[in-house]
């Protein structure tokens, strides 16, 4: 059974960082893109980043370019998102997703999501 | 950056009812598009992926059309459990952006 883990959240300040991790089961982890998207309260879905299965390829929202990190741990089966630098607008639950559905000649759909983990950033 | 848009916001309907929701590109994705399915406190869920195939496991019900600009997610019998906020999604291009979302709930 494929099973995706976020852990990681919590209250930060402002300025502060943190690292979510995403521990990934039932499937080969290493040969799936995978992706970080984002839903503060009670509003509509944010693609934040993504990372190819080797880890050499990484995307990112404009919103966060520069302050967040994607990356992976192929041995450990743990995709990672370090956020530096958090502001009150990056408060929102953290989804992880493993883009297993492969459309044509290389978008892909999301097909396994996490439970998501909650980041709030307040002083 | 590909903007993406939907309509309606919101809808009221009754079990049984046929339900359109529409999703606009701001530039050709080819067929590119993926819809979600999302109830209160979970996870998104795959519906439709590539435009028009239905993901594994998801009933028949529910069917997608469209390429280019303009694409419909079709639910051709409302059953209770489809109440909840879909959301069509381009994977054309980076950054992967999602529609507003349009809400599906009980007349």
């Known amino acids: 059974e494929v099973q995706l883990v976020e852990s990681g959240g919590g209250l930060v300040q402002p300025g502060g960082s943190l690292r979510l991790s995403c521990a990934a089961s039932?499937?080969?982890?290493?040969?799936?893109?995978m992706h970080w998207v984002r839903q503060a309260p009670g509003k509509g879905l944010v693609w934040v980043s993504r990372?190819?299965?080797?880890?050499?390829?990484?995307n990112y929202a404009d919103s966060v370019k520069g302050r967040f990190t994607i990356s992976r741990d192929n041995a450990k089966n743990t995709l990672y998102l370090q956020m530096n630098s958090l502001r009150a607008e990056d408060t929102a639950v953290y989804y992880c997703a493993r883009a297993g559905v492969v459309i044509g000649s290389g978008g892909r759909a999301c097909d396994y999501w996490g439970q998501g983990t909650l980041v709030t950033v307040s002083s | 950056d590909i903007q993406m848009t939907q309509s309606p916001s919101s809808l009221s309907a009754s079990v049984g009812d046929r339900v359109t929701i529409t999703c606009r590109a701001s530039q050709s994705i080819s067929s590119y598009l993926n819809w979600y399915q999302q109830k209160p406190g979970k996870a998104p869920n795959l519906l439709i992926y590539a435009a028009s195939s239905l993901h594994s496991g998801v009933p028949s019900r529910f069917s997608g059309s469209g390429s280019g600009t303009d694409f419909t997610l079709t639910i051709s019998s409302l059953q209770p459990e489809d109440f909840a906020t879909y959301y069509c999604?381009?994977?054309?291009?980076?950054?992967?952006?999602f529609g507003p979302g349009t809400t599906v709930d009980i007349k």
């Open positions: 999604q381009q994977s054309y291009s980076t950054p992967r952006t």
């Open positions: 990372i190819n299965s080797d880890g050499n390829t990484t």
């Open positions: 039932g499937f080969t982890f290493s040969s799936y893109w």
